[in-house]
Structure formats: structure tokens, C-alpha cells
């Protein structure tokens, strides 16, 4: 305690001017002292005087509004008498025991003898540093657009008022009223007279702020110059819905031949990972995982895949992808160049996650069919009456020849080879 007394002392920031008399009265030029919240604190009579030759008084003003309030005092040999947590010592130094926020203020100490006075002023100011601010956050997760409460920081018993400054990865965050707002309260206790302050930081978050960092710095007045104390960091997860979904083939050979085993990759630009996946090839369900593993392909694995990602708000969206295979045989009917033809398509919905991709048009398939068909019978009817007709027709000189042959027996028919038609 006395060594704790002995620095209070030795922070004296004394300002000293030529004192001024009048007639049997001097005064002495104010001084500051700095002052630390529940510790001790000495303050000496600087007022010119002599041991047990003249009585000293203390008193005490904390604001200029204020009478001057006696607090202690030393008449001569007799014992020194004070008030409260104040003490006297011999040589007239008081003695300030737990210092409080109601001891910041002017204290006067008042030498007299035979008439004359002296006067000395000391000014005593009072800092008490806050408690390490705490940042409590409602919420770890947030959805990117969304202008959101990050959290609050809140600082306990202050003295006086400091002030608090946010930060995002280590930048500082000011107020814009746009995407970053930051709201204070500022409390005061009625008992001890220390300040809790509470700031509240609201922001508007994008995809780019994932894992980002908060956290908040009090910055508070402190003896001859200013401390800083800042609370844990906290780091932030944001949601954003789909942005792309992609194909990509394992392994991502140009050419892929008939026996080959191949995996699908499906990806999506989302944050958490897609919720559900949907594989299907020409319509027909296929998978939910997020891959689709073909087994030693053959020319039946041919078609279109598509895969559909569903996010965490339901939203949902489709990258489509062409397959076609080689043929072991090298058959030169078949694709040279490039088995896998990228992404033709993509669509986007938002709605309900399970929504189904748009049905077939199983009327119009039919109809199709049909059309073949009497196309078909169509085409068979014409070629066969064209068949029959050239076979009336060849045969019809060989009839003429046997007509007139039965009725001149005396001619012999010439030989003729009779040849045949085209079947048909």
C-alpha cells in the first residue's frame, strides 16, 4: 500500500505560478493528480506552513456548483480529526483511502496562523478501466443480403466513458447508415457512478464473408493518456443460395469407350452443401447422391444426364450433360473425337424441393408414332401394287403367243424361254 502510495505521489503534474498576496493571504497555483479507482491515494499540503505552528484544513468541491465541504483537519498539537475514508497525517498530507468516483474533484488545503492564510489547490481526477469487453452474438449463421445483427459488445465499469470501435478481419467498421450501422447505449451506475456502454453492430453480409471475423475494441481514457482492451474474435458462417451447378467427368478423358467406368461429379456454387441431389438420364430417376458412378459403360449408357441440387431454402437448380460412347470395335460410324459433349442446359427454380422436373409429352409421342406407322402401311401398299402391275404385264405376251398357237396348229410356236419376274 505504501509503495502504491508512493507512485500515486510520484504522478504529480505539478503547475506552479508566483503566488499572490494580499494582506496576510497567499495562494498557491493548482496541480493535477491522476487518481486509480479503490486505491489509495496521499495528497500533500504544498501551502507553506510549520509543524504544530498553525491549524490546516482540508475541504473538498466536486463540482463548480458545490459549496467547499470541510473533510479533515490538523489545529496544532492536538490529534488530527477527518471524516469518511479520510485521514491526516502530522505534516498535514491527507490521506485517501479507496479512492471513488466521488473523490474526483478540487481538493484545497488551508494553512492559518495569527491571521494569515495559505492556500494550495490540487485537482484529482479518477480512472477506473473497464472490464475486458465481452461480444455476444445471437446468431453464427446468417443469410448473405440479409442486413443482420452481427452481436453485441458490451464493457462493465468504466470510468470515465470509453469508447468502442468495431472490426471485421482486422479493418475497422464505421457507421455508413447503409450496410453498416452501429447503435450505443450507455448506462451509469447510481451507486458506484461507473459507465457500462453497449454497442450494437448491424450488417449487411454477401457470399465473400464466410468465416469472416468480428470483434470489438474499447478504447477508454486512462492518467495521462488512453489503454485499449478488445474482446475474443468471433467468426461468422454466411448461407447463400445457388448460384451454378457443373458436370465434370472422372476421369476427364476426351473419349469415352465402351467397358470404361466413369463417375459424374456434381458441384454447386452454395453455401452449407446442397440439401438434396436428383440424378436422372432422359427422365428417368437415377441417384440422390452427389456423384453417379457408370460401371463398364456400353453404347446403352449413351444420353442425357441431368443433375438436380436442391439448397437450404429449397431453391433448386439443374446442370444437364451429354454422354456418348465409343464403340470398342472403332466402328467408323462412330464419334472420333470427344465422348462427352459439356453442359447444354441449365435451369433454375425456386419453390418446393420436391418439385419433379416437367413430365414427357406422352400424347405427342403417341401421335408421332402413329403418323409413323400409317406412313409405313402407306408406302408398303404403294410398292406392292407396283410389284403386282409389272407382273400382269410379263405375263401377258406369253398368254397372246398360246392364243394363237390353238388356233394355227399347223404352226408350231417358236421357242422362247420364259423369264421370270423380280420377286416382290
Not at 95 to 112: N, P
Not at 214 to 234: L, R
Not at 308 to 325: G, H
Request: aromatic share 8%; charged share 25%; proline share 4%.
Amino acid at each position: 500500500m505504501a509503495r502504491a502510495s508512493v507512485l500515486i505521489y510520484g504522478l504529480l503534474t505539478s503547475i506552479y505560478a508566483h503566488g499572490t498576496s494580499t494582506q496576510g493571504r497567499s495562494d498557491i497555483a493548482s496541480q493535477t493528480v491522476s487518481a486509480i479507482y479503490g486505491e489509495e491515494l496521499q495528497l500533500p499540503c504544498t501551502a507553506p506552513h510549520r509543524k504544530h505552528a498553525q491549524t490546516i484544513q482540508w475541504l473538498l468541491k466536486t463540482s463548480s456548483k458545490e459549496q467547499w465541504e470541510q473533510i479533515a483537519v490538523v489545529r496544532g498539537d492536538e490529534k488530527p480529526t477527518a471524516v469518511g475514508h479520510f485521514e491526516t497525517q502530522g505534516n498535514g498530507t491527507l490521506l485517501v483511502r479507496s479512492v471513488g468516483i466521488e473523490d474526483e474533484g478540487q481538493f484545497k488545503c488551508q494553512a492559518a496562523k495569527n491571521g494569515s492564510e495559505h492556500h494550495s489547490m490540487t485537482n484529482v481526477a479518477v480512472f477506473k478501466s473497464p472490464s475486458k469487453p465481452e461480444l455476444i452474438e445471437n446468431y453464427l449463421t446468417f443469410t448473405a443480403g440479409t442486413h443482420s445483427e452481427i452481436g453485441k459488445c458490451i464493457t462493465r465499469d468504466g470510468y470515465p466513458v470509453g469508447n468502442i470501435t468495431w472490426y471485421k478481419n482486422g479493418k475497422v467498421l464505421l457507421a455508413n447508415r447503409n450496410e453498416t450501422q452501429i447503435k450505443i447505449h450507455i448506462m451509469k451506475n447510481q451507486n458506484t457512478r461507473l459507465y457500462t456502454i453497449e454497442s450494437t453492430l448491424y450488417y449487411t453480409l454477401s457470399k465473400n464473408d464466410i468465416n469472416a471475423e468480428f470483434f470489438c475494441e474499447v478504447v477508454y481514457p486512462f492518467q495521462e493518456g488512453s489503454d485499449t482492451q478488445s474482446s475474443e474474435p468471433v467468426k461468422i458462417d454466411v448461407y447463400y443460395p445457388i448460384e451454378h451447378v457443373t458436370i465434370e467427368v472422372d476421369p476427364s478423358n476426351d473419349v469415352i469407350r465402351e467397358g470404361d467406368t466413369v463417375i459424374l461429379n456434381c458441384t454447386a456454387d452454395t453455401n452449407p452443401s446442397p440439401a438434396e441431389y436428383l440424378w436422372e438420364k432422359d427422365g428417368k430417376q437415377l441417384s440422390a447422391l452427389g456423384y453417379y458412378r457408370l460401371h463398364a459403360v456400353t453404347k446403352r449408357d449413351e444420353g442425357e444426364y441431368r443433375c438436380t441440387v436442391f439448397d437450404f431454402d429449397f431453391n433448386m437448380r439443374s446442370a444437364v450433360m451429354l454422354i456418348q460412347v465409343k464403340a470398342a470395335s472403332g466402328d467408323n460410324n462412330e464419334i472420333e473425337h470427344g465422348g462427352v459433349i459439356p453442359p447444354i442446359a441449365e435451369e433454375s427454380h425456386s419453390g418446393d424441393r420436391h418439385g419433379e422436373p416437367k413430365p414427357l409429352n406422352r400424347a405427342g409421342m403417341i401421335i408421332g408414332i402413329i403418323v409413323t406407322l400409317m406412313l409405313v402401311a402407306f408406302f408398303t401398299t404403294i410398292a406392292y401394287y407396283m410389284c403386282y402391275y409389272k407382273e400382269k404385264t410379263e405375263k401377258k405376251p406369253y398368254e397372246d403367243l398360246e392364243e394363237r398357237s390353238a388356233m394355227d396348229p399347223g404352226k408350231a410356236a417358236p421357242t422362247a424361254e420364259k423369264v421370270d419376274g423380280e420377286e416382290c
